[in-house]
Antibody, heavy 116, light 108 residues
């Protein structure tokens, strides 16, 4: 059974960088794309971007200037960094596996609050 | 970006009802559409992919249809476990992926 688990700080100060990790267990890590999605009450679900195990990435243009997604295949882990955060970046952040059907496995989500 | 618009935003229904949710895309996405179910405090769960294909393990009372810009999710006979919020998502290759705003299915 594929499981994904997000980890990282739950509180980030404005203008600083948000960093999250997603650790994947079960199943193959190298055959898939891996994605980050966030959810806020106001904007709903927002796709942030995805990465392939080779390191190729695709980002949402609305966040592209501030986002980096990286991957560590030796740890079955991929990561999100979002720079220059504001209160608008407060959200539940999910990591998910991208399969041909869609986003078929998700982490439980982690709430990140941007506040001083 | 491709905008996804769901209707209705909220739907009140009873056990056993047939429920239909509509999702419209601002431009054609062929059949690159998925449907998800989300319960409070949980991650979304994939129900339908490529507009009409049922994800493994999902009850057959769920079905999807449509192509191009108009899509529907149908629950043939609403069960207690189905009260949740439903989202459509387009995954067109040449456009940022986007989600609908959600449809909350409530108990009537």
């Amino acid at each position: 059974q594929v499981q994904l688990q997000e980890s990282g700080p739950g509180l980030v100060k404005p203008s600083e960088t948000l960093s999250l990790n997603c650790t994947v267990s079960g199943g193959s890590f190298s055959d898939y794309y891996w994605s980050w999605i966030r959810q806020t009450p106001g904007k709903g679900l927002e796709w942030i971007g995805y990465i392939y195990y080779s390191g190729s990435t695709n980002y949402n243009p609305s966040l592209k200037s501030r986002v980096t997604i990286s991957i560590d295949t030796s740890k079955n882990q991929f990561s999100l960094t979002l720079s220059s955060v504001t209160a608008a970046d407060t959200a539940v952040y999910y990591c998910a596996r991208v399969a041909v059907p869609g986003l078929d496995y998700w982490g439980q989500g982690t709430l990140v609050t941007v506040s001083s | 970006d491709i905008q996804m618009t769901q209707s209705p935003s909220t739907l009140s229904a009873s056990i056993g009802d047939r429920v239909t949710i509509t999702c419209r895309a601002s431009q054609s996405i062929s059949s690159w559409l998925a449907w998800y179910q989300q319960k409070p405090g949980k991650a979304p769960k994939l129900l339908i992919y490529k507009a009409s294909s049922l994800e493994s393990g999902v009850p057959s009372r769920f079905s999807g249809s449509g192509s191009g810009t108009e899509f529907t999710l149908t629950i043939s006979s609403l069960q207690p476990d189905d009260f949740a919020t439903y989202y459509c998502q387009q995954y067109n290759t040449y456009s940022p992926w986007t989600f609908g705003q959600g449809t909350k299915v409530e108990i009537k």
